[in-house]
């Protein structure tokens, strides 16, 4: 459309007429509702236009003083907000001269309609009548709706709902009436306003006939609280409900074909209590209604009911605390009850733990409620279950009882056995009652009492406070620490004048701070008085801020002129520190771990002993940022330092010589990263959730002390060690000493911990430790030393039992040295990954996480008897290592072998029943290990020469532990146990806070013996054969004639090929034997005969020797030497052994075993004999000689695996495991249950049918659910059977399970049996995992690789894997010696073909750079040449045997 035009308009002309008014829209009434509007609308026409005037209630609009009314148009009025009084007329006036219109209409507002009228019963019925009514005015919205009600006789005051009726032209309704009652109606009327008020009540009511009960009465239910009654109870039925006279309720109740009716006519009644004289009885229960028409005509619903209960009859067995998991957590146990209804007599609820506060247990007792179901599967009740609860609502720091019952609904079993405890140690609650009593400028005096609830040992207070501006309330700006449990006021100082403050009170016991108590404060205007502080900190170590910047990296390191070398690697002797003041800093927060470092101030005073201007300290990877040295009168200028890398030590040159008998102070500041190598200070990993966590621990022996802070790195520069640690919140940090204090935060959150100055208790550097991470501990006390246990938090509980046997050694090695232990307290920690098993550092004891925890039912008795063995060579250590250090690493053998003969004695002593003193022989660190490990030219002497750090980590080996300890064990024999016990601590009190070597603890010795008047007194000269030399020597006993044994000594080695010429070393050997007519095992020290030469007789001068059928050396075996004899006299010992074992000493059957197979292997027996020491094996039982024997069979598996005899060789150990293993199943105690997991993995790894089936039935429970408990001790076999006959399904499932554990042991267990398969595919996979993933950690790894190579199929893939994957193996455990030596002689030792040692060799040849690996390659190929060489010259004879 287009516009208009404007100049388009025409003009046109109209002609007019005058007329009067006409209604265009005359005005009408209008209803409205309250709240809304109404219009009203008026027009007129005319000529002129009419002219419209509106009226209210005859007031013209104009005049109406209200603004509720509006005109819209000239035609229209609004109303607006209308409210129940705005009803009125209004009036319309449409008028010209002509003539006027006058509209006049109302304006009504709605209500609901008015009450309808002429209520009539216009017919009664008996279940029903017809009601009739008027209708009232509808009030301008019209009626929708009728409500009819009605009322009864029964209830006249309460009106129900008769019927609806929604068609409103009705007037009428029909309403349904139940029988014989009197019924009054009423109406309601409704619009859409809402309802009308209620008629009047009908004027004619209506009563209905009378009829039978409609129903009967309903939640009929019994209830079982009265021992001995029936109580049934229901819903009593109203009047209403009874349709008719004579109401009654009939109650009936059978059992066993007995019916017992009860009619009851108050029909108030709702329950009926009948003694039965049963408990928990069941009936059958019907309760009906009836009247004088007859009963209700449904049947009623039958509902069992029972008896009431009585206390049951079954009280939990075994009851025990589990664990005490914190101040408020318990863990209990006990034995799940048999929830039969006989016993139970009632509804099993399950348990009620009560616990009391001992003495007080009428007043303190809480009941804990354990629900539990029965057990609704037959299957499982009949299993006896363990139920464990954790209780965590325990009173802190008291000593509880507790006590278990049983419950059903209303009653309760006699309790339990009652155990008792005490809870550890909580956080105190608020202090009381603190106030600012003196408001200072710049200073609070505040006063407190202590807290009500301390839940521990008040340990002290700590104060803090933060500043207030307007509703911003600061960072807590500073905390002071008092460790005085007695204090009730402190000082704050530095505080701005004039500041509102919030200061807090914190009370501390050992487990930390308790709940916050606050106060608002504010500090006064400066005046004119004096400050005063009664309490000042001092500012706490800084390392960022130097105060002297006499030498800086640059200006020293820069220094053009050549540094000085000093060629030699041991330090020289001009200076002595003797206190080291170490400040640490990790920076480890919100940063990669690959960038962890840490900030070093060390300063360290120097005594002076020779002038020098060199100062030489050992120091490796340290980015130096600052270097001074000051005396008293000032620094000392420096004319430049430098690293020297190869003998890692930091040079330093100064200007001037430091002068002789002078002290110096050096202080060297300096920044390093951190790694994961597990040397020096090393971060090590663990998951908790989905989260990395770190620990930061240090490993410093032997050698890199010097990694975490420069030092004179050698055990001989003994030193006192102060700590300050800077971290930050939520992690703690230890070292050897206990923390003295804690300052901070700083500014940047920031706490420093200050260690105890160690007193008189100087230590060498490797002894030193820090450990830093977010951990937890347990804590005791033993003979006034805080004892306590530390690891990652979440897993405190499982280092209770390393507790509890840690105390235990301490207090054995205190009393048995009789010298108590040096320091306040010992630490000992689980760090997740670590070099060793364990580490003495001085009071912080570190290990690794295995060698902590454990896990009863869990972990296995081995696991168990490993981490005992473990924690007491540590803690032996603490006197032998930490308070007498080798003087230089050439005597660590005193250290190690000390700490291993010491481990074995301990436990023998502390825990007698695990009989170690016989199983030492053959435990790893034992005896017999060790003796075929020193039988070649690869070992070297107990004592050796050393120098670099290289050559001192390959010590720690099995000759300075095991051959050590062994020799340690022969020198106790020979100079009794009261001498002996005595020199040792002679010597630990000569050489307190000193180094020694081992000729000074020959001289100790000797001197107790001297003083003991032994008729021997020179322990140097036995001594020194035993420990300088290598190798070990064998006696060859002969009969000369009836009174004279002939010995001769000679050097044992394994084979003669490699054989170096030992024909001069003469051995001091002290000999002791017995004969079957003597059978004395219990030599001693007075029955020793020396052999001192090649040669040595002895002469008999009874008839003993005559009427001998065997004789037999080395009793016990306590000296370090073999024994052969001619073949009649080996041929009387096999025989007393098959016909009665017993006769023969434990250990003396372990020997003849170990002797006779090695003596055979080194071509001085025939193997004939070895092979029979096996015959009589089918009737020993006792651990010792099996594992002698399993030791030996080992090799022969190896070397016939893959050969034709295997299924013989099973045949025949099958024969020689069956008694043992059945006899041994039965088992409960320590040691023989070790025996029989010994037993059955061996005997299911021959195919022992009994024990196949046994393990299948135990892995399949197992696979089908998870959770079904196993023996811990059979865990490892069990995996390994259903792997190895279980395919693939149950490779994956073991797998499976591996992955998502979190057990230590647990996983351990399933990777082993990951390496059982047969498949060599699944193998396979196993292997790609574990280069291609990290599901396996370092240790795993090496452990899959080290049992794999023990399986026939498994062997050559080993083989394979170290070849494949070579350069990583070498990238990932070259570093670690021990693992790398583990993983090579894993793969290496059973090979014994021609063409694997080609493979060998070729694959060695190709090799550039082995590294340390070179020796332990060489070692392998010696090790399989001695191999096939058996293989060859024993294969027809073993042959041959098994073959009879
Ligand atoms: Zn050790």
């Known amino acids: 459309m287009n516009p208009v035009s404007e100049h388009a308009i025409k003009h046109s002309f109209k002609l007019e007429v005058e007329s009067v008014p006409e209604w265009v829209a005359e005005p009408k009434d209008v209803a409205a509702r309250v709240g809304g509007e109404a219009v009203f609308e008026c027009k007129a026409e005319g000529r002129p236009a009419p002219k419209i005037q509106w009226f209210m209630n005859g007031i013209p609009l104009e005049d109406w003083k209200d603004d509720s009314c509006r005109i819209v148009t000239n035609g229209q009025l609004q109303f ?73 006789s029964f209830a006249p005051n309460f009106w129900n709902k008769g019927a609806i009726v929604t068609d409103p032209s009705k007037t009428e309704a029909k309403v349904w009436l139940s029988p014989y009652a009197r019924y009054t109606f009423r109406v309601i009327a409704e619009n859409e306003i809402g309802r009308s008020m209620p008629s009047d009540p009908s004027v004619n009511a209506c009563a209905t006939e009378s009829d039978r009960p409609e129903k009967h009465p309903t939640n009929v239910h019994t209830d079982i609280s009265k021992t001995g009654w029936l109580i049934v109870k229901w819903d009593r039925m109203e009047e209403i409900e009874h349709n008719g006279p004579g109401f009654r309720y009939n109650l009936i109740i059978k059992e066993d074909g007995r019916t017992i009716k009860t009619e009851i006519y108050d029909w108030t009644v709702n329950k009926q209590e009948i003694y039965m004289g049963t408990v928990y009885e069941p009936y059958e229960i019907h309760v009906e209604a009836e009247n004088e028409k007859g009963p209700c005509p449904y049947r009623t619903v039958m509902h069992i009911g029972h008896s009431g209960e009585a206390a049951p009859l079954i009280t939990p067995d075994n009851f025990e605390l589990v664990d005490i998991m914190s101040a408020y957590e318990a863990t209990f146990q006990w034995d799940a009850v048999d929830t039969s209804p006989e016993k139970i007599r009632g509804v099993f609820k399950g348990y009620k733990i009560r616990y009391w506060k001992t003495g007080q247990k009428n007043t303190s007792m809480t009941v804990i409620e354990v629900p539990r179901t029965p057990a609704r599967d037959t299957r499982i009740k009949k299993r006896a279950i363990t139920e464990t609860v954790t209780v965590n609502s325990l009173p802190p720091f008291s000593d509880l009882e507790a006590d278990i019952v049983t419950a059903n609904t209303y009653f309760i079993s006699d309790p339990s056995n009652v155990v008792s405890f005490r809870t550890p140690e909580g956080v105190p609650g608020p202090v009381k009652n603190a106030q600012v009593v003196v408001s200072g400028a710049h200073h609070f005096q505040i006063q407190w009492e202590p807290p009500e609830e301390p839940n521990g040992m008040l340990l002290g207070y700590d104060i803090g406070y933060r500043k207030v501006n307007g509703s911003n309330i600061g960072e807590v700006l500073r905390t002071d620490r008092y460790d005085d449990p007695q204090l009730s006021q402190a000082l704050i100082g530095n505080l701005e004048e004039n500041q509102p403050y919030m200061v807090y009170v914190w009370a501390r016991t050992i487990k930390g701070r308790g709940e916050d108590y606050f106060l608002d404060a504010k500090t006064a205007h400066a005046g004119n008085k004096s400050e005063f502080f009664s309490h000042q900190i001092s500012s706490y170590a800084s390392i960022s801020t130097p105060t002297t910047t006499q030498c800086d990296a640059k200006t020293c390191q820069n220094n053009t002129s050549k540094p000085v070398m000093y060629d030699l690697i041991r330090l020289p002797q001009s200076l002595w520190p003797k206190l080291y003041n170490i400040t640490i800093q990790p920076f480890i927060y919100d940063v990669d771990p690959m960038e962890f470092s840490f900030a070093c101030e ?121 700590f300050n640690i800077i971290r930050k919140e939520g992690l703690t940090s230890l070292t050897n000493l206990p923390r003295r204090l804690t300052l901070g935060p700083d500014a940047e959150g920031y706490y420093t911990d200050i260690f105890d100055e160690p007193r008189n208790v100087p230590m060498s550097t490797y002894l030193v430790a820090i450990a830093i991470g977010d951990l937890d501990n347990l804590a005791s006390t033993v003979n006034n030393v805080s004892f306590r246990t530390w690891c990652r938090s979440r897993e405190v509980n499982k280092t209770k039992y390393a507790l509890e046997i840690g105390m235990k050694f301490m207090e054995f090695f205190e009393d048995y040295f009789q010298i108590p232990y040096s320091l306040p307290k010992e630490d000992m920690i689980a760090v997740p990954t670590m070099s060793f098993a364990g580490m003495e550092h001085w009071g912080l004891i570190t290990y690794r996480e295995n060698m902590l925890f454990y896990e009863e039912g869990v972990s296995s008795l081995n696991d168990k008897e490993t981490m005992t063995i473990i924690i007491a060579h540590e803690v032996a250590h603490q006197w032998f290592g930490n308070l007498v250090s080798p003087f230089w690493w050439d005597d660590l053998w005193l250290n190690e072998g000390f700490a291993t003969y010491m481990m074995f004695l301990a436990v023998d002593r502390v825990l007698p029943s695990w009989n170690m003193v016989n199983k030492q022989i053959v435990e790893t660190r034992g005896l017999q290990n060790v003796m075929q490990a020193d039988d070649d030219n690869n070992t070297h002497p107990v004592y050796v020469d050393v120098y670099n750090p290289d050559d001192i980590a390959n010590i720690f080996d099995l000759i300075s532990y095991a051959k050590g300890g062994a020799v340690i064990r022969m020198m106790n024999f020979f100079l009794g146990e009261d001498t002996f016990r005595k020199g040792l601590t002679r010597y630990l009190k000569d050489f307190s806070y000193k180094t020694a070597t081992h000729k000074d603890l020959w001289s100790s010795l000797s001197q107790q013996a001297v003083v003991d008047n032994h ?122 052994l098959i016909a009665n074992h017993t006769i023969i000493h434990v250990i003396n059957r ?91 993995n061996i005997a299911c790894e021959y195919d022992l049918e009994e024990c196949i089936d046994d393990a299948m039935d135990k892995f399949n429970a197992w696979k089908n659910d998870n959770n079904v408990s196993m023996d811990p001790e059979l865990k490892e076999m069990v995996y390994c059977i259903g792997v190895k006959h279980g395919g693939q399904e149950a490779w994956a499932y073991v797998l499976r399970n591996f992955i998502d554990s979190e057990s230590t042991s647990e996983k351990q267990f399933l990777l082993d049996a990951l390496t059982c398969s047969t498949q060599p595919w699944l193998l396979m996979t196993l292997s790609e995992m574990m280069f291609s993933t990290d599901v396996f950690s370092k240790t795993e790894k090496v452990s899959v690789l080290a049992r794999l190579s023990g399986t026939p199929t498994g062997r050559l893939l080993a083989w394979n894997i170290l070849e494949d994957n070579w350069k990583s193996i070498q990238d990932e455990f070259g570093e670690d010696i021990n693992l790398f030596s583990v993983i090579i002689s894993a793969v290496t030792h059973s090979i014994n073909t021609p063409a694997e040692l080609n493979r060998l060799r070729g694959f060695l040849r190709q090799q550039k750079n082995l590294g340390r690996a070179k020796a332990m390659f060489e070692t392998a190929i010696d090790k399989a040449e001695t191999n096939i060489k058996w293989k060859d010259k024993y294969y027809d004879t073993i042959k041959a045997w098994l073959s009879n």
């Open 80 to 152: 607006l907000n209308l409210g129940q009084e705005d009803a009125k007329r209004i009036q319309c006036n449409a008028s010209n001269h002509h003539g006027y219109l006058l509209g006049d209409v109302a304006l009504n507002i709605m209500a609901p309609p008015d009450q309808p009228t002429d209520v009539t019963t216009s017919a009664c019925m008996s279940r029903s009548a017809n009601v009739t009514w008027t209708e009232g005015f509808n009030n301008f919205s019209p009626i929708t709706t009728f409500y009819v009600e009605y009322n009864h």
């Open 602 to 722: 060390a300063i360290i005073h120097m005594d002076c002993k020779e002038s020098t201007d060199l100062i030489l300290i050992h120091s490796v990877g340290h980015n130096i940022s600052f270097i001074s040295i000051e005396n008293e009168t000032g620094t000392i200028e420096l004319v430049h330092w430098w690293h020297n890398d190869d003998l890692e030590m930091l040079q330093i040159k100064s200007k001037y010589m430091l002068t002789e008998g002078e002290e110096y102070v050096l202080t060297i500041q300096s920044v390093s990263s951190m790694s994961e190598n597990l040397r020096g200070f090393y971060y090590s990993p663990y998951r908790e959730g989905n989260q990395t966590k770190y620990i930061f621990t240090t490993m410093m022996e032997p050698t890199d002390a010097r990694r975490v802070f420069p030092c004179f790195d050698e055990p001989d520069f003994k030193a006192v060690f102060i």
């Open 1015 to 1136: 008729t021997f007194t020179d322990v140097t000269a036995v001594m020194d054969t035993w420990v300088l030399e290598e190798n070990y020597p064998v006696v060859k006993m002969s009969l000369i004639d009836d009174h004279t044994i002939q010995l001769t000594q000679s050097a044992f080695l394994e084979t003669a090929e490699q054989r170096k010429d030992r024909s001069h070393v003469t051995w001091k050997i002290p000999f002791v034997y017995t004969t079957d007519i003597e059978r004395n095992f219990n030599k001693t020290y007075a029955d020793i005969t020396w052999i001192s030469n090649k040669t040595a007789y002895i002469k008999v001068s009874d008839t003993s020797l005559r009427n001998a059928s065997w004789i037999i050396g080395n009793i016990q075996q306590y000296g370090f030497y073999r024994v052969n004899y001619d073949e009649h006299n080996w041929n009387a010992l096999l025989d007393q």
């Open 1150 to 1240: 372990a020997q003849i075993i170990n002797d006779a197979w090695n003596l055979a292997r080194a071509g001085l027996l025939d193997i004939q004999i070895a092979l029979k020491t096996l015959d009589y094996l089918d009737k020993e039982l006792d651990f010792v000689p099996w594992k002698a024997a399993l030791r030996e069979l080992k090799y022969v598996k190896t070397s016939l695996q893959l050969t034709a005899l295997y299924g013989l060789f099973e045949h025949f150990m099958r024969g020689r495991l069956r008694k043992a293993y059945f006899s041994t199943a039965v088992a409960r105690d320590h040691y023989n249950r070790l025996q029989y997991s010994m037993i059955s």
